[in-house]
């Protein structure tokens, strides 16, 4: 079976074979997102055994950015935590394997909810309770002991907005082939208003309804895409799941929660 960009099949199966066994027939990988984010992959065999692989894109990256270790640990971390995360099958760093660290996932059934269609389609009970499972599940990550679970030292406990500030000013500057004053002048606008941070915890980064797979009840079934995830204040995914949820911060296209039936963005608050 020829190789899917990004997969080297025949590696891959004798990696699988060995991690879960009974691997005789092959396997099947389909691309599920792309881009310059981590790869991320569906993963069959022949007997309906289905698992999700997540790779670094194709060519130069940093590695700080698409640390597949890093995600492995988190996700491991917080396997008995009370946060829905999938089980996870196991790392692999030899990048004689698939040209890059990868690891797997079991796969988690459910429904990912991208967009106001999406979110049509629901029943409205089945909506209200998604927006009140988002926040639950929140709250429950932002409760962790970071030391039961071991992830004390995953990174520095202070000083978290300013350094969000500070990179992605420093990745705007190095990106931009023309001059955009009033991004930096936004910049210098928060940097000298960064609140108090209020305590430590962990920080997904990117935490919203389409960065979790939902089950059919509206419940939270996992929570995906850790590779922004840190320690820090654990307020700003607060602030940046609201935010999701306004369409004045996103470009003026109608959120999935801002269909009948979510909770508004001020009971979030």
Same mark, same amino acid.
């Given at each position: 079976m020829?190789?899917?960009a990004?997969?080297?099949?025949d590696n891959?199966?004798? #990696?699988?074979?060995?991690?879960? /066994?009974?691997v ?7 691309l599920?997102?792309?881009g %310059?984010?981590?790869l991320t992959?569906?993963?069959?065999d022949?007997?309906?055994?289905? #698992?999700?692989?997540?790779? $670094? $894109?194709?060519?130069?990256?940093l ?9 492995? %640990? ?5 396997a008995?935590? /009370?946060v829905p !995360?999938?089980?996870? &099958? /196991?790392l692999c ?7 890059a +660290? ?6 988690? $059934? *459910?429904?990912v909810?991208? @967009?106001? +269609?999406?979110a049509?389609?629901? +029943?409205?009970?089945?909506? %209200?309770?998604?927006?009140e499972?988002?926040?639950e ?6 409760a962790?002991?970071?030391?039961v679970?071991g =992830?004390?030292?995953? /990174? ?5 907005i ?5 990179r992605?000013?420093?990745?705007f500057?190095?990106?931009?082939t023309?001059?955009? $004053? ?12 960064v609140p108090?941070?209020?305590g430590?915890g962990i920080?997904?980064?990117d935490?919203r309804? @389409?960065?979790?797979m ?5 419940? !939270?079934?996992a929570? =995906?895409? #850790?590779e922004?995830?840190?320690?820090? @204040? &654990? =307020?700003a995914?607060v602030?940046?799941?609201?935010a999701?949820?306004?369409s004045?911060?996103?470009g003026?296209?109608l959120?999935p929660?801002?269909v009948? *039936?979510?909770p +508004? ?5």
């Amino acid at each position: 079976m020829g190789d899917t960009a990004g997969i080297n099949h025949d590696n891959l199966v004798r #990696w699988f074979d060995g991690q879960v /066994g009974g691997v005789d027939g092959g396997l099947e990988f389909h691309l599920i997102t792309g881009g %310059r984010s981590n790869l991320t992959f569906t993963v069959s065999d022949g007997h309906g055994r289905r #698992w999700v692989l997540r790779r $670094p $894109p194709m060519g130069h990256v940093l590695a700080t950015a698409h640390d597949m270790a890093r995600e492995h %640990r988190i996700i491991s971390a917080l396997a008995d935590s /009370g946060v829905p !995360v999938p089980s996870i &099958v /196991g790392l692999c760093e030899d990048e004689e394997v698939n040209g890059a +660290p990868f690891y797997v996932m079991d796969f988690v $059934p *459910g429904l990912v909810v991208r @967009d106001v +269609p999406a979110a049509e389609a629901l +029943p409205v009970e089945v909506r %209200r309770r998604m927006g009140e499972s988002l926040v639950e599940v929140l709250a429950r990550l932002h409760a962790v002991d970071l030391d039961v679970v071991g =992830l004390s030292g995953l /990174g520095r406990h202070d000083g978290y907005i300013e350094r969000q500030l500070k990179r992605w000013r420093t990745q705007f500057v190095d990106a931009t082939t023309r001059e955009i $004053p009033r991004v930096l002048e936004v910049h210098d606008l928060l940097a000298a208003r960064v609140p108090t941070q209020q305590g430590v915890g962990i920080v997904h980064g990117d935490y919203r309804l @389409d960065n979790c797979m939902m089950s059919a009840d509206g419940e !939270v079934a996992a929570v =995906l895409d #850790w590779e922004l995830c840190t320690l820090g @204040d &654990v =307020l700003a995914d607060v602030a940046g799941m609201v935010a999701y949820g306004d369409s004045r911060t996103t470009g003026g296209v109608l959120p999935p929660t801002s269909v009948e *039936g979510f909770p +508004p963005t001020d009971e979030g608050r």
